[in-house]
T-cell receptor, first 109, second 114 residues
Framework: EDQVTQSPEALRLQEGESSSLNCSYTVSGLRGLFWYRQDPGKGPEFLFT???AGEEKEKERLKATLTKKESFLHITAPKPEDSATYLCAVSYNFNKFYFGSGTKLNVKP | EAGVAQSPRYKIIEKRQSVAFWCNPISGHATLYWYQQILGQGPKLLIQFQNNGVVDDSQLPKDRFSAERLKGVDSTLKIQPAKLEDSAVYLCATKGLAGGGGQFFGPGTRLTVL
């Protein structure tokens, strides 16, 4: 059974068109939710850790939020260089991590 | 600070052959992970080391996959014999903090089994 579900699978935006990516998780007892960015041919790059419902983190045009069942990655006024696959992962003990399949974002100029 | 190093970057082999991947973690990072990432999917954990001891290898196909971490630093992952379904990117990641904090990934090794 998948523990982490990401949607949509793919998202195409025009430059400047804000949107959100979703990550939902099914098991209780979450200790941390992690967002990563993965460029083609590279390993995932760590972006954020969220620990509890209501928490928010920001980095440039990205803002991550967490509720009891899901997390959102909001992208404000995206640029072409934001194009990548965004991965979400959850952990119940900060040792083992379960990844979703990712959302492939394409931002067109 | 140097990142996680992996080699080779690409490998093409015939089925039933053997292959080995190498990972050099960030200095001082005690926890090391090997993941398998099939195209279009997220990384799937194969094995986790804490220093040179195995913490979790429940998803490692032990009939064909093996891994070791020498002196708690470098690690190698081996597949013998390889199957077509082993075609994937093999990612090494390390983690320094005991608590929260993300993992740091290497660039991966893309394996193609023909």
């Amino acid at each position: 059974e998948d523990q982490v579900t990401q949607s949509p699978e793919a998202l195409r935006l025009q430059e400047g068109e804000s949107s959100s990516l979703n990550c939902s998780y099914t098991v209780s007892g979450l200790r941390g939710l992690f967002w990563y960015r993965q460029d083609p041919g590279k390993g995932p790059e760590f972006l954020f850790t969220l620990y509890s419902a209501g928490e928010e983190k920001e980095k440039e045009r990205l803002k991550a939020t967490l509720t009891k069942k899901e997390s959102f990655l909001h992208i404000t006024a995206p640029k072409p260089e934001d194009s990548a696959t965004y991965l979400c992962a959850v952990s119940y003990n900060f040792n083992k991590f379960y990844f979703g399949s990712g959302t492939k974002l394409n931002v067109k100029p | 600070e140097a990142g996680v190093a992996q080699s080779p970057r690409y490998k093409i082999i015939e089925k039933r052959q053997s292959v080995a991947f190498w990972c050099n973690p960030i200095s001082g990072h005690a926890t090391l992970y090997w993941y398998q990432q099939i195209l279009g999917q997220g990384p799937k954990l194969l094995i986790q080391f804490q220093n040179n001891g195995v913490v979790d290898d429940s998803q490692l196909p032990k009939d064909r996959f093996s891994a070791e971490r020498l002196k708690g630093v470098d690690s190698t992952l081996k597949i013998q014999p390889a199957k077509l379904e082993d075609s994937a990117v093999y990612l090494c990641a390390t983690k320094g903090l005991a608590g929260g904090g993300g993992q740091f990934f290497g660039p991966g090794t893309r394996l193609t089994v023909l």
